[in-house]
């Protein structure tokens, strides 16, 4: 039995995707931001913020801040119901893509010690750790992995980003041929 990838488009967020940006944000963290923040985000000239939808409901979200030539990923959450569809590699991916066409030559994030998948899918897209953050979440004191890529403006890097494209869409493509000839 195969499993298939939900069709899921990601864009950018707009103030009114925030409601359920925010029901996501409270069933994937501890201590959420404010609904608020994100009206907030969405007026920062140096954020982006995409979400993720399917059928029209938004079902992940991530956001960044692009300073110079620095992108610094903010958030990244997909709610629990969806997870496993490689909803949150598409949303890195089209970070990554609009950090690029910002101008940024490097991207940083932090991502939970004990939070495996979320590092393996970074790792994928060449971040690698730098530094630990000690106590970092406030929620239960966990210590957070800063994780870095550099160079994502050279073509080696581009490249790299064309073919992990290839693979998580195309891949969507020929999973859904074969089920239809299937029927």
């Given at each position: 039995m195969a499993i298939l990838i939900d069709p899921v488009s990601v864009e950018p967020m707009r103030r009114g995707d925030i409601q359920r940006v925010a029901g996501i944000e409270r069933r994937c963290y501890a201590?959420?931001?404010?609904?608020?923040?994100?009206?907030?985000?969405?007026?920062?000239?140096?954020?982006?913020?995409?979400?993720?939808?399917?059928e029209n409901d938004v079902v992940g979200?991530?956001?960044m801040w692009v300073i110079v030539d620095e992108a610094?990923?903010?958030?990244?959450a997909v709610d629990p119901i969806h997870r496993g569809k490689k909803i949150g590699e598409r949303l890195l991916q089209g970070l990554l893509e609009e950090a690029i066409l910002a101008g940024a030559t490097r991207a940083t994030l932090e991502v939970r010690e004990h939070n495996v998948v979320a590092q393996n899918l970074y790792r994928k897209y060449g971040?690698?750790?730098?530094?630990?953050?000690?106590?970092?979440?406030?929620?239960?004191?966990?210590?957070?992995l800063v994780m870095w890529v550099d160079d994502i403006h050279l073509d080696s890097?581009?490249?790299?980003?064309?073919?992990?494209?290839?693979?998580?869409y195309v891949a969507y493509?020929?999973?859904?041929?074969?089920?239809?000839?299937?029927?």
């Open positions: 201590i959420p931001w404010h609904e608020n923040a994100y009206y907030t985000e969405l007026s920062n000239r140096s954020a982006c913020y995409l979400v993720a939808r399917l979200y991530a956001g610094h990923i903010t958030t990244v971040f690698r750790e730098a530094a630990i953050r000690k106590n970092y979440y406030t929620d239960n004191q966990e210590n957070a890097y581009l490249q790299r980003l064309r073919e992990l494209r290839h693979e998580l493509d020929e999973r859904i041929r074969n089920r239809d000839e299937l029927r």
